[in-house]
């Protein structure tokens, strides 16, 4: 089966900076889009960042300048560096990823999404 892994996250002070981890494992044949989501209480689960199988990254207007997403595809891991948190940072974040799984033959399986464990991200003022 097919799991993605998080690591990272914890309690920083605003203005610091942490960096979230997410490893895909399994029967993969190919791994599309990875992104991150984050929800707080109270709130809906809202994008983060996401990037494309290419490396192309796109942001929520609210994280621009100060996250960047990344990925290395040898690792089958993705990555979100957070600078210059805010307060308003704090959440649940969660990693996701589109996954094609692998049939034993080698051939393309089905296609889902998959998620992360969470990890809690808490900010202080």
């Known amino acids: 089966q097919v799991q993605l892994v998080q690591s990272g996250g914890g309690l920083v002070q605003a203005g610091g900076s942490l960096r979230l981890s997410c490893q895909a494992s399994?029967?993969?044949?190919?791994?599309?889009?990875m992104a991150w989501y984050r929800q707080a209480p109270g709130n809906q689960r809202e994008l983060v960042a996401v990037?494309?199988?290419?490396?192309?990254?796109n942001y929520a207007d609210s994280v621009k300048g100060r996250f960047t997403i990344s990925r290395d595809n040898a690792e089958n891991t993705v990555y979100l560096q957070m600078n210059s948190l805010k307060p308003d940072d704090t959440a649940v974040y969660y990693c996701?990823?589109?996954?094609?799984?692998?049939?034993?033959?080698?051939?393309?399986?089905?296609?889902?999404?998959?998620w992360g464990q969470g990890a809690q991200v808490t900010v202080s003022s």
């Open positions: 996701n990823a589109r996954i094609t799984r692998r049939f034993p033959s080698g051939t393309p399986g089905g296609t889902s999404d998959y």
């Open positions: 990037i494309t199988s290419g490396g192309n990254p």
């Open positions: 399994g029967i993969i044949f190919r791994i599309n889009d």
